[in-house]
């Protein structure tokens, strides 16, 4: 009986066996011809370069966005000072047509940028008072002050005014 | 053999098989090795495709820099796009949610994956199928770099959408040249198959005509050895066992031969001594009665065996000239009817037969071996049946029918396939027989001796329904000399 059994599956099963076979080169055949579409591919580092003229973050939509202004005829940032204060005269009429907005008041320049004196990073005194800013005021100027100090975007800035200190804070842009 | 068997063996025969493993070695080696380098050729043309889309286009964006002024404005935008878009592919450039004007819809195009690696800040791509056309998608950041190595993002995108026509055509090219390469290589394996069946099958086929030539008769058949191989080696032993074959029958035929021969010696040197002695014993007959008690006993008991035995020297031989194949057969036209009568009347048995002979059946035959037959069947119906023995003819158009039957017990089924052996005792208690022992036999190869268009004469044995024997004889109505020496019993 048992016997009788295998002797009637073993064909079977080579020809099984056949038909797989077959199949699995008629898809390698078949399939796979051509392009075919991938998944995303990564490369290097996004392109990247110099940038001319004074830079400045704005608020869009509620995020920081980085504005260049053609102000200097050389290349390379200008310096932290004069972007303070172009950043407290606020948006021009084109950047406000962009949907361009700023929280920073006027009364924030004129500012001096200096290396801090006791610790790691960059201490920037500023003319008006510096506690009621809101964060994104706040970020608005480290930001600016970091991108035109040409430093490290981890280097903490620490905020002083007439009124007080804010507490060191670096540039998080991503 | 049935053409479905005929079919069937030639499907399943060598060559289809041999056939089938070479076309499947070939396509299969074909497909591995043509698929192999396909798919690496493919992925290197796309690779370099890639490479070289993906540097065009940062050589390209590296002389947008020094950029002065954020954000852009549409006409910037419009304009960066068109610098960007050449023959081999359009560029689609975005600032937040401002688009540059673009040939290419940049929604239904651009896939989701692809602008959230490229908001990760690295260059990407990724080749995707849209409206059955092949296109590249790279796309990249626009940053600003910092002195210490770091950059940030300007907020503009890039995007770079290429055609994959002229790599889809190379790529189809090669796998034509895949598809060809295949074909040819299935047509050599096939070739070489055909070749190497030939190389098989011509020995194999050899080999078969040489056995049945072998099983037919002709034992001298021996095959050429060609090569070295397995099938040289069939050969090789196909021509010893041959060899031996034919010198082993050919002793046996020898011996045989010699038998023969020697009993044909040994009767025809009786003969003189026995036609000697019968003289005597005639002698010894007529004085028989004249001899005292005993003596006159015993000289007519050597008459009668010197007369049996010149009887069994005669018989041996008649079939010694059967078995050297000199037996020839003097043919003359003779009414049958008339020739058993007087077998009959000869040996005074006519008035104890019952005949049922036709007349004017006219047949060319032996006259004298029709007579021994008709006589030895007769004499031996009377000799181990019982009477009436009834002798009847039958004519047919081409064929003569002689029916010899008795009343006696009839023949034991075991005697039957004997009856026709030389010296074949039906009763082995009777080791004297009255006859010689050889009369049935000389009978049957006397019939066998009548041929008609290549069939011989016959006589069976067999039993009638009514119990006793019947010896039913068939002879041509027109005879030929026979060539057949013997017959196979």
Not at chain 1, 34 to 40: F, L, N, T
Not at chain 2, 233 to 253: H, I, K, P, S
Request: with cysteine.
């Amino acid at each position: 009986m048992i016997g009788a059994c295998r002797t009637r599956t073993a064909p079977r099963r080579r020809v099984t066996r056949t038909l797989l076979a077959v199949g699995l080169l008629l898809t390698l055949l078949t399939a796979g011809c051509g392009v075919r579409p991938s998944d995303v591919i990564t490369g290097r580092a996004a392109v990247s370069g110099p940038s001319a003229g004074a830079g400045l973050y704005l608020i869009s939509h509620g995020e920081l966005a980085l504005v260049l202004r053609a102000t200097k005829p050389g290349p390379g940032p200008s310096s932290p000072a004069d972007a303070l204060a172009l950043l407290a005269a606020g948006p021009t009429p084109t950047e406000r047509e962009a949907g361009l907005s700023s929280e920073v008041p006027s009364d924030a320049a004129p500012a001096k940028v200096a290396p801090s004196v006791d610790e790691p990073g960059i201490t920037v005194t500023m003319s008006g008072a510096v506690l009621p800013l809101s964060t994104v005021a706040a970020n608005q100027i480290i930001c600016t002050v970091v991108f035109s100090m040409s430093g490290n975007g981890a280097t903490p800035v620490t905020l002083v005014g007439p009124d007080g200190t804010r507490p060191a804070w670096p540039c998080w842009l991503e | 053999m049935t053409p479905w068997h005929w079919a069937w063996a030639m499907a399943l025969g060598l060559r289809v098989r041999l056939l089938l493993a070479f076309a499947l070695l070939g396509v299969t080696t074909t497909a591995v090795v043509a698929s192999g380098s396909y798919f690496q050729a493919r992925t290197v043309i796309l690779q370099q495709a890639q490479d070289a889309a993906v540097a065009s286009l940062t050589d390209e964006l590296s002389k947008v820099y020094p950029i002065v002024s954020l954000p852009p404005n549409q006409e910037e935008l419009d304009m960066l796009a068109q610098r960007l878009s050449d023959r081999e592919g359009d560029a689609v450039v975005r600032y937040g949610d401002l688009w540059a004007q673009s040939v290419v819809n940049e929604s239904d195009v651009l896939t989701p994956e692809l602008r959230q690696e490229v908001a990760g800040g690295r260059i990407a791509w990724q080749r995707v199928d849209r409206h059955g056309k092949h296109l590249l998608l790279i796309g990249t950041q626009l940053r600003f770099d910092r002195s210490d190595g770091t950059s940030v993002p300007s907020g503009v995108e890039v995007y770079s959408v290429r055609s994959l026509d002229s790599e889809q055509q190379s790529i189809d090219r090669l796998a034509m040249l895949a598809w060809v390469t295949g074909g040819l290589s299935l047509i050599l394996a096939v070739l070489l198959a055909l070749l190497a069946a030939r190389g098989v099958l011509r020995p194999v086929r050899e080999l078969g005509r040489a056995a049945r030539r072998l099983g037919e008769g002709d034992l001298s058949t021996r095959l050429t050895v060609r090569g070295v191989d397995e099938l040289a080696d069939v050969a090789r032993t196909f021509n010893d066992t041959a060899g031996t074959l034919e010198r082993q029958v050919g002793e046996l035929r020898r011996m045989e031969a010699d038998a023969r021969r020697f009993v044909a010696d040994v009767s025809h040197e009786l003969r003189t001594p026995l036609a000697a002695m019968t003289a005597v014993t005639d002698v010894l007959d007529e004085e028989a009665d004249r001899l005292p008690g005993d003596a006159g006993q015993a000289a007519r008991l050597v008459s009668q065996e010197t007369q049996n035995l010149t009887q069994l020297v005669n018989d041996l031989i008649e079939v010694s000239r059967f078995d050297s194949g000199t037996a020839r057969l003097a043919l003359d036209d003779v009414d049958v009817a008339a020739a058993v009568n007087a077998t009959l009347r000869l040996r005074r048995w006519a008035d104890r037969v019952e005949t049922d002979l036709p007349s004017g059946v006219i047949a060319r035959l032996d006259p004298r071996r029709l007579d021994v037959i008709v006589a030895n069947l007769v004499g031996n119906a009377f000799r181990h049946g019982h009477e009436p023995v009834s002798v009847r003819l039958r004519a047919e158009p081409d064929w003569i029918t002689i029916e010899v039957a008795d009343h006696g017990p009839g023949l034991d089924p075991e005697v039957l396939p004997h009856v026709f052996d030389r010296f074949y005792k039906a009763d082995t208690a009777r080791t004297r027989s009255e006859g010689s022992g050889l009369g049935l036999a000389i009978a049957w190869e006397n019939a066998r001796l009548h041929r008609h268009a290549g069939q011989p004469g016959s006589l069976v044995a067999g039993n009638t329904p009514d119990c006793g024997a019947v010896f039913t004889l068939r002879l041509p109505r027109v005879a030929s000399e026979t060539v057949d020496a013997g017959g196979v019993r």
